[in-house]
């Protein structure tokens, strides 16, 4: 198979979706790989590396998407790459579908058989390729919002660990996953006071067993969560529901209990965010302020340090990527129901359940696309 990988455009966004290793692993496979030029330069990598790993380095993306049977990304296709897909094309990347409806419905046009990062599972029903962006995200998140707190970004001007005889800033983080987890250990790293709030008592006792004293934990009651909200300098939203639009944990109506110049840091942005005063931001311009509440919603936070995420995401997304590539799509999702999860669209059928419920969108059942 021809596996092309094009450099990505998004605001800011050095990731790249294949590293030089995995390319090696994909031409030891018998397949071919194209790498736009310069497309890993900000991960640190060189064409020359991708060379010496038996890939081919071509001048554009559009050479890209004309010429790849599978295209590999980081992030969601953008709308002039969207116009370059088309069917019997596979396209591998993070999609965040039900929180874009015009990235769905350009998906579908095109009739790619796009399948999300996002959605592939284990056997434990855990995401496999979530985790390790979710692993990156909540580490940056405290320190981003650290940031935020600073009084010349409009913050309150709090130290996340304070000083002998100065409190240190209190945080709370919503919702106990893999980000909750990871932003409650560097919170608390800092020094700051911290409680997790989540709905499972098993994840609870876990986080508890293993990290007590680290950090408290609460339920996440509408009360627990109203109380902690109140007094919190910063408030991660670390929630996730699988393919689906993060649920609003946060209204505006909240924001007017908050300290003023708090800090709301909403790493489930590319789902639509956990707040209800939400709105996607880039790292050229990540905060703004709503009724004197700073936020910080950048949709592509693991970008800030490239070269770590994209050798995170390429230890977790090459054995899948050479699965596609060895069977075939149809032969790779028939021999792994957990790949299977992860395929949203194909030839102009949504088939992802939990996106066809936030957009309001009929859904094929993936097995049928199977037999199309």
């Not at 994909?26 to 038996?54: L, P």
């Not at 709905?199 to 004293?213: A, I, N, Q």
């Amino acid at each position: 198979m021809l596996i092309g990988c094009p450099k990505e455009i998004k605001n800011q966004e050095y990731r790249i979706g294949i590293t030089p290793a995995a390319a090696r692993e994909a031409v030891h496979h018998g397949h071919s790989v194209i790498i736009e030029k310069n497309g890993g330069s900000g991960a640190g990598f060189t064409d020359a590396d991708y060379i010496a790993a038996g890939a081919e380095i071509v001048d554009t993306a559009e050479e890209i998407f004309a010429r790849a049977e599978m295209v590999v990304k980081v992030k969601e296709p953008q709308a002039n790459e969207r116009a370059q897909l088309r069917e019997g094309q596979i396209l591998f990347t993070y999609l965040h579908l039900a929180a874009d409806r015009a990235q769905t419905e350009d998906l579908l046009k095109s009739g790619v058989t796009a399948i999300a990062y996002e959605t592939v599972t284990d056997r434990a029903g855990a995401l496999p390729l979530l985790a390790p962006m979710s692993e990156v995200a909540g580490r940056l998140a405290p320190q981003m919002g650290a940031w935020t707190l600073q009084k010349a970004n409009g913050g309150r001007g709090v130290l996340m660990g304070g000083v002998p005889g100065v409190e240190p800033a209190r945080v709370a983080v919503i919702g106990g996953g893999v980000v909750g987890t990871h932003a409650a250990k560097i919170a608390a790293g800092m020094g700051a006071e911290v409680t997790v709030l989540d709905m499972s008592l098993p994840r609870m006792r876990y986080l508890d067993d293993v990290f007590g004293g680290v950090f408290n934990t609460r339920y996440s009651s509408k009360g627990n969560l109203a109380e902690l909200v109140a007094e919190a300098d910063m408030v991660i939203g670390a929630v996730l529901i699988p393919g689906a639009a993060a649920p609003k944990l946060v209204s505006r109506e909240m924001l007017s209990t908050m300290k003023p110049g708090a800090a709301l840091v909403d790493v489930a942005i590319d789902q639509g965010g956990c707040f209800e005063t939400s709105r996607a931001t880039t790292h050229d311009d990540p905060i703004y302020e709503v009724d004197g509440i700073m936020h910080y919603c950048v949709a592509n936070m693991p970008g800030a340090v490239a070269r770590t995420a994209t050798l995170a995401l390429g230890n977790t997304t090459m054995p899948f990527m050479l699965a596609l590539a060895d069977k075939g799509w149809k032969a790779a999702c028939e021999a792994d129901e957990h790949l299977l999860r992860g395929l949203n669209t194909h030839k102009g059928q949504l088939t992802y359940a939990a996106v066809g419920v936030a957009l309001e969108m009929d859904v094929l059942s993936p097995k049928l696309a199977l037999k199309m």
